[in-house]
Every structure is written in structure tokens, then in C-alpha cells.
């Protein structure tokens, strides 16, 4: 009898559960207007608190001590990015001036002993193919009209052998360009890449191989660094007519004396490769913005689908540029957000309930001022849409489609770059 009466107690136990599983679910079912109002105004609610909650900028790896080390970027460093603007500014005018620019860089990667080639950059049609999910050949996508040196895109890239490293990672820096119309601002940026460069040829405690590539963006600025990633990752052995012509309009904007050591030794047509990327940097310089009243830096992270990179990289990017360079940095804001009147409303509201708080118990600081409330959300709300929307913010986001790391850094000087002394402050803080 005992087990009897045990059994039935046991069975009246799991029909209690499940009666009260089923009451809750026809609870939620039956006022389910009510609950999903219920649970959209808390998470609302927790998005406007974020900015007050989130916790500051900090670096979660250990090893990494960002700012510990002198900068050893110079007035000198300073001088040589300057020449090779000045250079590239000659050779804007005249035709074919994509091609004198594309040789002028390569002369100079090649005259700091660094591995050179081109790439040439196909047309793409603006056109969707559902079979690019499961198969990573897309040659269908690309045009291939007259081979004239003229019909495409042609990116430099070099690359410095570590030292210190055995050729099994690589530090990738990428530097966009339209070379059909290249502006003061573009220049500025290839002069400033150059010279961190050169910078990194001549140091001798270098552990990672680095890679620096001069995209040529005639073609969409995101095109040009995937096709260059997608030959070094899946290289296309098929014949390519293209690559002919490479060669050829290559040694024609070669200087003589150079041609004998490089071109006919078809160093420049041979598509080369270091170790694996463990990061990569997409440097612009842009012209000054109205507003602004110091040197800043945005920095760009979200990538295609919302991918985002490891948060140290962008921490420790916001670490020096603030703590080191003085330079405001901005993380891509929503403006209708930062110009909102009710979001301005909310800010000194919390800002006044914060200082009573803080009257009350002064271990309750939880406060922030309201224009760092309104900036906070702001950078929410542009971060939020970009990551749904699913759009990279820039040609970082070719990167991150094969899970390395890397972000856009557009720094903007509070001096128009017209002004010498305002392309000299910029590239001393771009290059620290």
C-alpha cells in the first residue's frame, strides 16, 4: 500500500508542474498584447540606461599594455610623408596619372627593400547571386571588358619581413585612393602610410611581417581590398589576360635605371604573400569637418552582417588617441539622435536624479552628464542600425568575412589641410 500511495503522490507532483507550466503559458497567451507592451518598454527602458550603466573603455587582455612605449614617429618620419605628398600632387596632372602614382609608390616601397607588386582591381556589376553562399568562386560577377591599361584599377602592395618573426602572421595597413581623381586628402593619406612605412623598415625589434596596401578605389573602395584578399586567401590559378597588361603598364611608369633590377626580374607582376593576418587598419585622412574645434578620430568597426571585431582593437585605438594624442574620438553617431530635443530632455533628467542621489548617499555615482548621455546614445543608436542594417561602414569590412580583425581610422584636423601647419600637426598625432 505504501507504494501505491507513493506512486500516486509522485503522479499528483508532475501534474501540478505541468498544470502550472500550462496556467503561466495561458496566462502569457491570453494577455499577450499586455506582456509584449510590457516587455518593449523594458527593453527600452534598459537601451536609455545603457549609456549610464555600460561600463568605460578598458582592455580585458592582459598582455596588452597600450601606451607603455615611447612613439618613435619624428619630425624626420614627418618630412618624408611630406615629400611623397608633394610628389604625388605633381603627378596629378597629365594623363595617365594613376599610373605614375601607382609607379611612385612602388619606387618608394622598393627603395625601403620592401617585396612589391600590383594588383590589378576588375569591374564588378552591381548584381546579386544567391549561389555566392555557397560557393567562394564569384568570377561571374566581375566584367571583363578591353585590357588597356586604363580599364582597372591598379593597387600597390609591399611587404617588410620581420626581423624578429619566422613569416607566420602579418600586420595588414590599407590606405584608399581614387586614382582618377586623387585629392589633397588621399595624398595625404598614402603620405602618411608611407612614412609609417618606412618608419617600421628601419626598426629592428619587428615580429609581425607587415603589409601595406595602396588601394585604388576606382572601382568601389570595399571592391578593390576584396578582390586583392580574395587572391591571397583563394588564389585563381586559371589564365588571366589581365595580368599580362599588369606587367606592361607597370614598366612603362618605371624610371630605366630601376626596370633592370625589379620589372624584367617580373617581380612586380608576381603575386606575393606573408604570414597570417592577426589584424588590419584602414587609415583615411579627411579634410576638416565644420563643427570641428579639435583634431579628431573616427573610428568605423561594424563590419557585413553586423560583425563586429574584438573590442580591444577599437579600445586600444581609443586609449591612445585620447590619453596619448589628445585627439576626441567618435564612434560613428546617429545626428537626428544627437540633434533630438527629448533625448536632450532625458539627459538632464537623469543628470538632476543623479546629483540627488549622490546628495543622499555619495557612493551612488552612477550619474553622467547630460551632453556625455546624449553623445553615449547617439553612438548606441548608429552602432544598433548599422549592425541590423548589415552594410559594412567601410573596406574593413572585407576583412572580417574572413574573421580577422580590423577597423577604419579617419582622423580629421581642426586646421584645413590647405594650411602646411595644419598637415604637419595631423600627420605628427596620425603617426604617434
Known amino acids: 500500500l505504501s507504494w ?12 501540478r508542474k505541468v498544470r502550472l507550466i500550462v496556467c503561466l503559458g495561458a496566462f502569457i497567451v491570453s494577455h499577450s498584447v499586455l506582456v509584449s507592451i510590457l516587455c518593449c518598454t523594458a527593453g527600452y527602458i534598459t537601451l536609455l540606461l545603457l549609456p549610464i550603466l555600460a561600463k568605460n573603455t ?11 612605449a615611447n612613439p618613435m614617429f619624428s619630425v624626420q618620419d614627418m618630412q618624408v610623408a611630406n615629400k611623397l605628398l608633394k610628389d604625388i600632387i605633381d603627378q596629378r596632372s597629365g594623363k595617365r596619372n594613376g599610373l605614375k602614382i ?52 591598379i593597387s600597390t602592395a609591399g611587404i617588410i619581413r620581420a626581423p624578429q618573426g619566422d613569416g607566420k602572421e602579418s600586420i595588414v595597413l590599407v590606405t584608399p585612393y581614387n586614382s582618377d581623381n586623387i585629392e589633397l586628402s588621399e595624398a595625404m593619406t598614402l603620405g602618411l602610410a608611407f612614412s609609417i612605412f618606412s618608419l617600421l623598415s628601419r626598426v629592428t625589434w619587428l615580429a609581425k611581417d607587415v603589409i601595406w596596401l595602396a588601394a585604388d578605389t576606382q572601382y568601389g573602395e570595399y571592391n578593390s581590398v576584396a578582390a586583392w584578399l580574395r587572391e591571397y586567401h583563394d588564389p585563381n590559378f586559371s589564365h588571366d589576360p589581365w595580368k599580362v597588361n599588369i606587367a606592361m603598364c607597370a614598366e612603362s611608369t618605371i624610371p630605366v635605371e630601376w626596370q633592370d633590377n625589379v620589372v624584367k626580374e617580373k617581380g612586380f607582376s608576381a603575386f606575393r604573400r606573408a604570414g597570417t593576418m592577426a589584424a588590419a587598419l584602414v587609415l583615411r585622412v ?13 573610428i568605423r568597426a561594424e563590419a557585413s552582417n553586423g560583425q563586429m571585431p574584438n573590442l580591444d582593437l577599437i579600445n586600444i585605438v581609443h586609449y591612445i588617441a585620447v590619453h596619448r594624442q589628445a585627439l576626441h574620438v567618435k564612434v560613428g553617431t546617429c545626428s537626428s539622435f544627437r540633434n533630438s530635443a527629448g533625448l536632450k530632455l532625458g539627459g538632464k533628467i537623469l543628470e538632476f536624479l543623479s546629483k540627488i542621489a549622490w546628495s543622499l548617499n555619495p557612493q551612488w555615482t552612477f550619474g553622467i552628464p547630460a551632453s556625455d548621455y546624449v553623445e553615449g546614445t547617439a553612438t548606441l543608436a548608429s552602432s544598433i542600425y548599422s549592425q541590423a542594417l548589415g552594410v559594412p561602414t567601410g573596406s574593413h569590412g572585407a576583412f572580417r568575412d574572413y574573421q ?16 602646411e601647419l595644419g598637415r604637419s600637426t595631423i600627420l605628427l598625432k596620425s603617426g604617434r
Open 4 to 15: 501505491v500511495n507513493m506512486g500516486k503522490e509522485e503522479k499528483q507532483n508532475v501534474k
Open 58 to 68: 578598458y582592455i580585458s587582455e592582459n598582455a596588452l599594455m597600450p601606451g607603455s
Open 102 to 153: 601607382s609607379g611612385l609608390i612602388a619606387q618608394n616601397m622598393a627603395d625601403l627593400g620592401a617585396e612589391v607588386y600590383y594588383h590589378k582591381t576588375y569591374p564588378q556589376r552591381n548584381q546579386f547571386h544567391p549561389l555566392h553562399f555557397f560557393f567562394s568562386n564569384s568570377n561571374t560577377a566581375f566584367v571583363h571588358g578591353n585590357n588597356s591599361c586604363t580599364s582597372g584599377g
Open 286 to 298: 579627411n579634410d576638416r569637418e565644420e563643427g570641428n574645434e579639435m583634431d579628431s578620430l573616427t
Open 404 to 419: 580577422i580583425d580590423a577597423v577604419t581610422l579617419e582622423i580629421s584636423p581642426k586646421i584645413p589641410l590647405n594650411f
